[in-house]
């Protein structure tokens, strides 16, 4: 369990690093930017079934699997996409980053969970910290304007939080099928750059290694490493530290030059950092026993 967090954790992790390599990447419009980055996600995927057993590769995947797989990589960015498009980019990130709320409050739905109070807290002093990231410490300015954009925003929300619970409900499914939802995704935002942007490529050797960067970490590894999580981790904890991305995405900045330090950051850092370790508290409590005899249990399980 404690493994598989920690794998989860790491997506988080490399999403740190999305706005950095985005902005490094130039002006390459958004869905031309998904798809040329998910194409190389899905590469990532198809050197990594090289080392999948071949039970794996033969196993009938249900298609209601394809559905959730397809609809949350794709309908996220599309809908986040055309948010930003129709809502200023504060209000509809910050309305885009519920997921991990709604992450952590779906979870009490879900078969063999048990939702407890430091989960619930530590998430909204996950929120609290990221609405001192988002809105850059100014105040929130919702225009019934923006109602359209406000609502894809929230579709965003509740498409990857659905996902990621939903994908729970499918442990025995191997995470090389994350290599298809990535083809697919890559697929369908060519489709719509087509019907909706201009082409522009990127400029220059560093803005390709952006690129590649991005499709390699971000839009890549990271959500093999997420479906690893959401189905064997503690899918609580994973929500409520999600909320470091744009903690961690900020602090990037700053180490690269982009963004200043300041109290707000350092008073973020404490909200989220806090509020994840609460979320956290159970596994940080667990005694010794109960941690041997889980690894018992794995290993006996591998061995089989």
């Not at 706005?19 to 990594?48: E, N, Q, R, Y």
């Not at 001192?132 to 990857?160: E, N, Q």
Request: charged share 10%; with cysteine; hydrophobic share 55%.
């Amino acid at each position: 369990m404690g493994r598989a967090t920690l794998i989860g954790f790491s997506a988080v992790a490399m999403w740190a690093l999305l706005a950095l390599l985005t902005d490094a990447s130039g002006k390459v419009p958004p869905f031309l930017l998904s798809a040329i980055t998910f194409s190389i996600g899905t590469g990532v995927g198809l050197v990594a079934r090289l080392l999948m057993p071949t039970a794996d590769r033969s196993q009938k995947i249900p298609p209601q699997v394809w559905v959730i797989g397809i609809a949350g990589l794709f309908g996220y960015h599309f809908f986040y996409f055309t948010a930003l498009r129709n809502a200023p980019a504060v209000e509809a990130s910050l309305i885009a980053y519920l997921w991990p709320l709604l992450i952590v409050l779906g979870s009490a739905l879900m078969p063999g969970e048990k939702l407890a109070w430091n989960h619930v807290v530590g998430t909204l002093l996950g929120l609290a910290g990221t609405v001192l990231i988002v809105t850059k410490g100014g105040g929130l300015a919702f225009d019934a304007r923006y109602t359209f954009g406000y609502t894809m925003a929230a579709v965003c929300a509740l498409l990857w939080s659905s996902y990621s619970l939903l994908s729970r409900r499918f442990p025995s499914v191997p995470t090389s099928i994350v290599t298809w939802f990535c083809g697919a995704t890559a697929v369908l935002s060519l489709v719509c750059h087509l019907a909706l942007e201009q082409t522009i490529l990127p400029d220059g050797a560093g803005q390709w290694l952006a690129v590649l960067g991005l499709g390699l970490m971000p839009v890549g590894a990271a959500f093999y490493a997420w479906d690893i999580g959401v189905k064997r981790g503690n899918i609580q904890v994973l929500g409520a530290a999600s909320y470091a991305a744009p903690l961690l995405s900020t602090l990037v900045l700053i180490a690269a030059g982009v963004a200043e330090p300041s109290l707000r950051i350092l008073a973020a850092c404490v909200l989220i950092t806090g509020g994840a370790a609460l979320a956290a508290k159970s596994l940080f409590l667990r005694k010794p026993a109960a941690i041997e005899g889980e690894a018992g249990a794995s290993e006996s399980g591998a061995g089989a």
